[in-house]
């Protein structure tokens, strides 16, 4: 959680920004508390293990919600019994569902806290750009933006936001050259390889930030060594989010042809079951005598054969097709007999 060291609020003068109406440092304990509060998920978006805002949550035997990760986590490390109860669970990770009410309200808050991050982020980019325009004139004390960031991230706001010109919080921070700041983004899995309106990512976000540094003299700004170790890391983290996302992409490929496998075998049983003279009422035998039927989304996606309308259909709508041939032609001819006539 955010340090809940207590802040005194700097003296302003008249070459200072308003710390007034951009993030204030608070004055007190309650008042650093208050905000936590303000900002905390309710319980019943927390996961009991990991204690923090849930992405995936899932459904256990016990009844209870937790993040999928964690309780995977927990089931293989050996224990069998509820996190939240003690009591022993038949079945572990086999009857884990999905609890999208909870997932749903989770990710609002989630979206929440993340349109605050931004606009605190923009709000510490505009004021470097003041920093520029005025030669360093312009300051504001940087501790009440922190303790804001920090408290944020720590409540489960997504890093990863948007906002004008495709910039995420992270860099905005780069670009007002707030390695601080943008290293808490860092600990909470912001994304480095996310590529702005302007396409660039942020560590040729970092390197513009650098060489504009070496233009100008505004004061406090981060040394070359600074510098250097978090383009480091931002390439470090780089490696480590295509190592992940290629990691992502193979398991995704790997599960999606063992369900194209099972659908292939699901198809096959059930057309078998159909020719064998038996009830074709279950599975895919029903389907495919059925009027009207048509594949899913899902099945277009995943399943290799979709099976075609059967040759009963086929003539029905021949059948069809013929009889409202003649009728059109008969209308026809009337309105063109009536017109011949009259």
Known sequence: MASKTKQKSGTSSDNTSSNEVFCPPFPTEEALDAYLSSIAAPRELICPITQELMKDPVVAEDGHTYERSSLITWFNMGRTRSPVTNSFLT???????????VGSMANVHREKLAKELLAICQGVHKRQQQRQQYKGSVGYDISGVSVRVEGLLDAGADPNDRGEAGNTPLHLLIQSREIQLANHLLNHDANV?????????????????????????????????????????LKRRE?????????????????????????????ANARSDGGDGGSTQGGLGRLEDGCGYFPSLA????????????PSLAEYENKEKERMNRILKSIGFIVLAFFLFT
Request: aromatic letters at 4%.
């Open 91 to 101: 079945s572990t990770t086999d009857a884990l569902l999905p609890n999208l009410a």
């Open 193 to 233: 390889t996310i590529v702005n309106d302007a396409g660039l990512n942020c560590i040729a976000t970092a390197e513009q930030a650098l060489s504009q540094q070496q233009k100008d003299t505004l004061i406090n700004n981060p040394t070359m060594e600074e510098w250097n170790d978090f383009v480091q890391e």
């Open 239 to 267: 490696s480590l989010e295509k190592a992940r996302s290629e990691a992502r992409d193979r398991a995704r490929t790997q599960a999606n042809e063992q369900h194209r496998e099972r659908q292939r075998t699901l198809a």
């Open 299 to 310: 099945a277009l996606q995943f399943q290799a054969s979709i099976p075609g309308p059967s």
